[in-house]
C-alpha cells in the first residue's frame, strides 16, 4: 500500500480532519487560528471531521449560553451553511456534548470508531482515548463517565456545580499525570490492532495522545497507516498545530501549524 503524503496541488479536498485544540476563552491566539482555518480551509473542502477534544471541557449544551461556546457554535454553523458536512467524534474533555449543541453548530454526532469511505479509501476514525489501555486508572475513569446513568445523573446537576467538579477533575489528572509515563498515557499496540480489526480498515486516524505521526505498521499487502492529529497551541513562543486533508485522489496530507504540508 502506497503512503500517502505525496502533494499533488490540482486535486481537490474532499474532507479535512482536526483534533485537540482545547479550545477556551484564556487561549485568544488558539481560537483564532482556528476560526481563521474555518473560514480559509474548511470552508473549501466537503467534510470537516472533528476528533475529538475541540473545547478543553464540556459540561452540558445548557453551556451553550457561554458568548464563547456560542461563538464557536456559530462558526461551525458558518461552516456547515456554506455546504459542508460538519461531523464530531467524543474526546476525553468533551464527551457531554450532546444534540442541542450539535443543532446549533449544524454538525452530525459519530460514534467511536467510526469508518468513513471516502475518494476510494477506507478510513478509520477515532479519538484515541479509548485505546491507551495501559492507563489503568484512567481506563477505569472512563468507563464510569461514559455510562448513559452517570451522565443523566451529572446533567441533572445545576451548571456551575458542574462546572466545579470539572475543575477538580481536571487538576486531579494534571497531578495524576505528572507521575505517567509517556507509553502508558500513548496508545496500547494491541488494542490498535484490535481497533483495525474491528474497522477493517488499513487506514486509521486519530488525536488524543498529542503525538502527531505517520505510523507504518507491517509491510506489502500487510502493511497499516496510523495517522496521529497533533493538538492546538498557539499561545506559546512556538505554536503547535496542523490537521490532515484528503483529496479527491485518495491521497493523505499532513499540515502543521503554519498550514505547510509535511513531507
Request: negative net charge; contains cysteine.
Amino acid at each position: 500500500m502506497t503512503i500517502f503524503t505525496s502533494s499533488q496541488k490540482a486535486q481537490p479536498t474532499v474532507a479535512l480532519f482536526v483534533s485537540d485544540l482545547h479550545l477556551q476563552a484564556s487561549l485568544p491566539r488558539t481560537t483564532a487560528a482556528f476560526l481563521e482555518f474555518l473560514q480559509t480551509h474548511a470552508v473549501q473542502t466537503q467534510r470537516l471531521y472533528l476528533l475529538g477534544d475541540i473545547f478543553e471541557y464540556w459540561a452540558g449544551d445548557d453551556d451553550l449560553a457561554t458568548p464563547y461556546n456560542q461563538a464557536i457554535a456559530d462558526a461551525l454553523k458558518a461552516v456547515a451553511q456554506q455546504g459542508v458536512q460538519v461531523f464530531w467524534i467524543a474526546g476525553n474533555r468533551d464527551f457531554l456534548v450532546g444534540p442541542g449543541f450539535a443543532a446549533a453548530a449544524g454538525l452530525t454526532l459519530l460514534d467511536d470508531p467510526h469508518v468513513i469511505r471516502l475518494a476510494g479509501r477506507d478510513i478509520a476514525l477515532a479519538h484515541g482515548d479509548a485505546q491507551c489501555t495501559d492507563d489503568v486508572a484512567y481506563m477505569a475513569f472512563r468507563a464510569q463517565v461514559r455510562q448513559p446513568a452517570y451522565q443523566q445523573q451529572f446533567l441533572a446537576m445545576p451548571l456551575a456545580q458542574r462546572k466545579a467538579i470539572i475543575e477538580g477533575i481536571r487538576k486531579n489528572s494534571q497531578d495524576a499525570n505528572q507521575s505517567k509515563s509517556y507509553e502508558i498515557m500513548d496508545v496500547n499496540a494491541g488494542a490498535i490492532d484490535q481497533l483495525f480489526a474491528q474497522a477493517g480498515t488499513r487506514v486509521l486516524i486519530h488525536g488524543h495522545t498529542h503525538r502527531p505521526a505517520l505510523h507504518v505498521l507491517g509491510s506489502g499487502d500487510e502493511q497499516r497507516l496510523r495517522y496521529v492529529l497533533p493538538d492546538w497551541e498557539y499561545d506559546v513562543q512556538t505554536p503547535r498545530g496542523g490537521w490532515i486533508g484528503l483529496t479527491a485522489d485518495g491521497v493523505l496530507h499532513r499540515f502543521d501549524a503554519a498550514g505547510s504540508e509535511i513531507n
